[in-house]
């Protein structure tokens, strides 16, 4: 026999199927209606195994057809098949027929975990977002080789729809979102489905329902973690509220109960803390010891531990909550500055015409006050109008600002202010001390006279202890210690005294001493003045004697005078009217105006023909003469007065005849 090929191209046949697979198509050359022709199949072996029953042929038609075949058991076939004729001897072909089984999914998954639908699972409040909660298992007992995936299809209640995943192939359930207890009636149900690998997937869901237990996994928290607090130092009192702190726990029932205390930072016991009134959630901060609160002795500064402390049952679970609160005291000015009053000094004696700059004394004083509240500035606050002193605003050391004169002032009255320096400038406090600067007297001031040149004038008919001259002078040294105690004259001519040292007037020595016509006019002396402490000046005194009038004007004319011989003179009628007759002379002995003198005529005959210069004498005709027919002897009587009291007159009296002269023509009658 023959066939159209030996060897059959693989055939592909789907697993658990009984079906024709393939008809072998042979032929046998021999004379068709022999018995040599007559063709028969069979199988001779499967996969090399004789008498296997995975597939059977027909033994006419040579159709082989399959039994139901599992590829998980065997996923292909070899078979051998003889072809036999009819003829004798029988002859025999063999072909090859193999058969590949297309692996069919035939099993769904099934569920190992959870054993039972739905699961159960307790979900403790506290895990971890990321943690595995539960792990679902599926398997197949068939497709072994397959790849199951795992898919979350629904989670109940569906507002929590991404609070589970999974995980594809490790079916790992993870939460995916936080969880809390409330009231003991949170569940979730998460709905799952296995899908295996297959060509035509099959897949199985089931669920696990979890139930959320609670736990105290939430610490109590503060609504800040650091409280910051400024607290005046005074004045507090017990029961004084420093700051109000809240805080909160997510947890419920006692696990979300708590309580406050001070855990650290009040070594001291002076705060207390309580529930603030109607609420369990706030606190105050309170003061319970005021006295110990004390910016300038004491602490400054405090850092207090708050601790809220959850109320679990047991102890091991409670959780605790922590801020702090941290108070800065700021000073309050409360204490007033003192002055030492056993080193300050009330009174400070100086010396005047102390160098400017000079430290004379310190005040100082003190204030318990802390920082800038016990710092202190001195000022001079009064007592200082002209500005002669001035203090260190720092230390409280006076000095000498200006001129100390003991002759302006002997003393002065300061009033030194120390004034803290609080930042509030309304706050101040200060503290005045009256300090008594006593200044002492030098002899700085030599003595002087006024005027230092003294001149005076002196009658030349002064008597015995006339005064001359009173000597004003002056030591402007405050004290009488340095005031002037001597007057030293020194007179060359004499003619002058003082009666003791300690006088300034100085007098006439004797009588008659004086003549201003014959003797100096003009004396200088020298008084030198001296103070207690030997300061000298010398003043100068010059006396200027005046004249007296004590001499008359006496008649004196001279050898060339008409009047020379006999006072009498002789004047021709016809001199001319205004013409000077002569001059009358006189002298005098005193000096000056004293020795001047005016003239004055009286004509005796009562013709008032002559008169006289008032001031040379020169006598001159004032009326015509005439020998003839006229008076022919004149008496006059000249005067001489002094031009100074007490204008004392000297006279005399002078006789005038006229001579003839030829006048007149001749004169003939008819």
């Not at 039994?67 to 098949?81: A, F, H, K, N, W």
């Not at 720092?394 to 609080?422: M, P």
Request: proline fraction near 3%.
């Amino acid at each position: 026999p023959t066939c159209t090929t030996m060897v059959y191209t693989a055939i592909y046949l789907d697993e658990n199927t009984i079906e024709s697979v393939e008809t072998l198509s042979c032929s046998d050359a021999d004379e068709a209606s022999s018995v040599n022709s007559d063709l028969g199949y069979e199988i001779e072996s499967i996969n090399s195994v004789i008498g296997a029953t995975e597939f059977t042929i027909d033994a006419a038609t040579g159709e082989i057809t399959s039994t139901s075949l599992d590829y998980e058991t065997t996923s292909s076939y070899m078979l051998i098949v003889v072809i036999s004729d009819g003829g004798s001897p029988m002859l025999s072909t063999s072909v090859f027929v193999p058969v590949v089984l297309n692996d069919v999914n035939e099993e769904s998954p099934a569920f190992t975990t959870p054993s039972s639908d739905p699961g159960s699972q307790d979900l403790a409040e506290s895990t971890a977002v990321g943690d595995v909660v539960y792990t679902v298992v599926a398997e197949q007992t068939i497709e072994v080789d397959e790849t199951i995936t795992y898919e979350i299809t629904s989670i109940s209640p569906s507002a929590t729809i991404d609070t589970f995943v999974i995980e594809q192939l490790t079916g790992n359930i993870r939460l995916n979102d936080e969880v809390a207890w409330v009231d003991g009636s949170d569940t979730y149900t998460v709905v799952f489905t296995a899908t295996d690998s297959g060509s035509a997937a099959n897949s199985a869901s089931a669920s696990v329902t979890f139930t959320v237990i609670d736990e105290n996994d939430n610490a109590p928290v503060f609504a800040q973690t650091l409280y910051t607090v400024t607290l005046p130092e005074t004045p507090l009192a017990a029961g004084d509220v420093v700051a109000t702190v809240s805080a909160s726990d997510a947890d419920s029932g006692t696990y979300g109960e708590f309580v406050f205390v001070i855990s650290d930072g009040d070594t001291d016991n002076v705060f207390t803390i309580e529930y603030a009134s109607g609420t369990t959630e706030e606190a105050e901060l309170k003061v319970v010891t005021p006295s110990a609160i004390d910016y300038d002795s004491s602490t400054k500064y405090y850092s207090l531990t708050i601790d809220a402390i959850d109320q679990a049952v047991d102890q091991h679970d409670i959780l605790t909550g922590q801020a702090t609160i941290t108070i800065e005291l700021t000073a309050t000015n409360d204490f007033q500055p003192v002055m030492y009053t056993t080193t300050n000094p009330s009174t400070i004696d100086i010396d005047e015409n102390v160098a400017v700059g000079t430290s004379i004394g310190q005040m100082a004083a003190f204030d318990y006050d802390d920082g800038t509240d016990g710092d202190l500035k001195y000022q001079i606050y009064s007592g200082n109008s002209k500005s002669l002193f001035s203090i260190d605003s720092s230390t409280g050391d006076i000095f000498v600002a200006g001129a100390i004169n003991y002759e302006t002032d002997t003393s002065f009255s300061l009033t030194i202010r120390a004034t803290d320096l609080s930042d509030t400038f309304a706050d101040r406090l200060y503290v005045d001390a009256v300090i008594t600067i006593n200044v002492a007297d030098l002899n700085d001031i030599d003595p002087f006279c006024v005027p230092a040149l003294y001149t005076t004038t002196l009658p030349e008919d002064s008597l015995a202890d006339t005064l001359v001259a009173e000597i004003t002078c002056y030591d402007n040294d405050g004290s009488t210690q340095y005031q002037i105690t001597d007057y030293t004259l020194t007179d060359a001519s004499g003619l002058f005294y003082s009666d003791t040292d300690a006088t300034n007037m100085i007098y006439l020595l004797s009588d008659n001493s004086l003549d201003y016509d014959t003797t100096p006019q003009e004396y200088e002396m020298t008084v030198e003045v001296t103070d207690d402490a030997h300061a000298t000046v010398t003043a100068t005194i010059t006396v200027y004697l005046s004249g007296v009038n004590e001499f008359t004007p006496t008649w004196s004319p001279s050898s060339t005078s008409a009047f020379y011989a006999a006072n009498t003179i002789e004047v021709i009628e016809t001199t001319a009217t205004g013409s000077i007759i002569e001059t009358a002379e006189f002298t005098d002995d005193d000096l000056g105006t004293d020795g001047e003198f005016y003239y004055f005529l009286d004509d005796l005959s009562g013709e008032s023909r002559f008169i006289i210069d008032y001031f040379n004498g020169e006598i001159l005709l004032a009326q015509e003469l005439d020998y003839d027919d006229g008076t022919q002897v004149f008496e006059l009587q000249i005067k001489a007065v002094d031009k100074t009291s007490p204008y004392l007159t000297g006279s005399t009296t002078v006789t005038v005849s006229v001579t003839d002269d030829n006048d007149n023509a001749p004169i003939c009658d008819p």
